[in-house]
């Protein structure tokens, strides 16, 4: 269980040295109690009172990996209910699920879909991160074959083995170790086996019951058993069960702070639904409650683009606002003699200006300097986004030497920096341009007539 700041107080040597960076114990004990700091930062304290204090200070929700190379990814990890009470940590991953009776055309077509759906979002790759093998013939050849199969044309995901039985799921495990695939099946029956498997490959073990309740007791023994790369799976396969699976899950870890259920957990929305629409709405119900696998019939880019599209903005801190990276973007086929338009890096504002842009269909070239990630008026009022951030830009990014426009179009509402930016950038002229990013078009349209 957690302790409170006074519960940690009383631990501590209580000599207020200030050697961890507070100017008191108390104030030690407090961050250490929201997580702030790490008890290694006193040295005074005994060791005993240390590793009390790493056992309860520890996440109440475990962190735990699987893949390999630069397909590592994390889950879990997340501290609190409510994205708005802090910020979700590790977002949920993307699978596709794949049966090894399925059709030969089936598995081509999902393979298609994974593999054109890529794209990069205010700087995130998006892409499809896991392909689930269910062996639903038994047939442990025919089933490592199928995996082989699929891998061999899906360059990036990583393998998650669906199977109950452990004979399957070493052979699986030994051949495919090296991507760090996802071992799901352990359940009453078959978990020492399991466990060993895991363990001597060191990977991520997906633990499944038919209620909470067996859940619970099933993940009690695996961590007697000694591990704790879990996955869990309380067996919802129905919308109403699965949701209350993943709330129940998440507040008995969080807010009873149990860490029996502090583990990542998965959803087979595929089980849920055939209907693809359907599929994508349940979807987009677990990224926010609260499933760090989300496994999928297909997905294909119109499911991909809302999911993806939600996963990020509510897998991004909400103290933190969206940036996108500075630099000088093309819009469309632009030349070095096509209009130059300037706004800030708040990726909103980005997003409104280069769409309304691309509506014109005059090609165009944006500058993006460093805005402190506000949209205009607050960057301009936090003198973030000024004549000198722009000229910065302008140097930084080389536009002289790219274009051959002097012409900078600023956005309408900052129209008081024209003569500022003249100033800094000397041999150009300022045009200032629409107030709101709707009348661009039609302001492009004019500009390039003039
Ligand atoms: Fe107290 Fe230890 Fe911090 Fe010194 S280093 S002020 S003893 S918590």
């Not at 062996?135 to 998650?160: E, L, N």
Request: hydrophobic residues 40%; glycine residues 6%.
């Amino acid at each position: 269980m957690a302790l409170n700041g006074m519960e940690i107080y009383k631990m501590l040597p209580k000599k207020n040295c200030k050697e961890c960076g507070f100017p008191t114990c108390l104030a030690f004990a407090m961050k250490l109690a929201q997580g702030g700091t790490q008890a290694e930062k006193c040295p005074y304290m005994s060791a005993d009172a240390r590793a009390k204090l790493a056992e309860a200070t520890a996440p109440l929700m475990k962190t735990v990996k699987f893949g390999a190379g630069d397909r590592t990814y994390s889950l879990g990890g997340e501290t609190v209910l409510f994205r708005h009470e802090k910020t979700f940590v590790n977002k949920p991953r993307f699978a596709v699920m794949f049966d090894d009776s399925m059709s030969e055309d089936e598995v081509s077509k999902k393979i298609n879909n994974i593999n054109s759906v890529n794209y990069t979002r205010i700087s995130e790759e998006m892409y499809v991160e896991i392909a689930a093998f269910r062996c639903s013939t038994g047939d442990k050849q025919k089933f490592i074959s199928f995996i082989k199969k699929v891998m061999q044309t899906c360059s990036k995901v990583v393998p998650m083995i669906i199977t109950e039985n452990p004979e399957i799921v070493f052979s699986a495990a030994e051949e495919f170790s090296g991507l760090g695939p996802i071992l799901y099946g352990a359940n009453e029956q078959n978990y020492e086996a399991m466990v060993g498997i895991a363990k001597k490959y060191n990977l991520l073990l997906g633990v499944k019951a038919p209620d909470q309740a067996n859940l619970y007791n099933l993940v009690q023994k695996i961590q007697n058993a000694g591990y704790s790369e879990l996955l869990l799976d309380a067996g919802g396969r129905n919308l109403k069960t699965a949701f209350d699976d993943m709330v129940n899950m998440r507040r008995t870890a969080l807010l009873s702070q149990d860490r029996t259920f502090g583990y990542p957990s998965v959803a087979f929305v595929c089980d849920m639904t055939k209907d693809k629409m359907m599929e994508v709405a349940i979807a987009t119900l677990f990224i926010e409650k609260y499933a760090s696998i989300i496994i999928l019939n297909d997905m294909d880019y119109s499911m991909a683009l809302p999911l993806f599209a939600l996963r990020q903005n509510i897998y991004t801190d909400p103290q933190r606002p969206m940036r996108i990276e500075q630099g000088i973007y093309k819009i469309g086929q632009a030349d070095d003699k096509s209009p130059l338009l300037v706004t800030v890096d708040f990726a909103l504002t980005y997003f409104i200006v280069s769409g309304e842009v691309e509506r014109s269909k005059v090609p165009a070239w944006i500058l993006i300097p460093d805005a402190g990630g506000y949209s205009v008026l607050t960057a301009w009022a936090s003198g973030k986004f000024n004549a000198k951030s722009i000229a910065k830009a302008i140097k930084e990014f080389e536009v002289e030497g790219k274009l051959k426009t002097r012409e900078l179009i600023i956005p309408g509402k900052v129209a008081v920096l024209k003569s500022d930016i003249e100033d800094e950038l000397p041999g150009w002229k300022v045009i200032v341009g629409t107030r709101e990013a709707a009348a661009l078009p039609a302001f492009l349209k004019d500009y390039l007539q003039e």
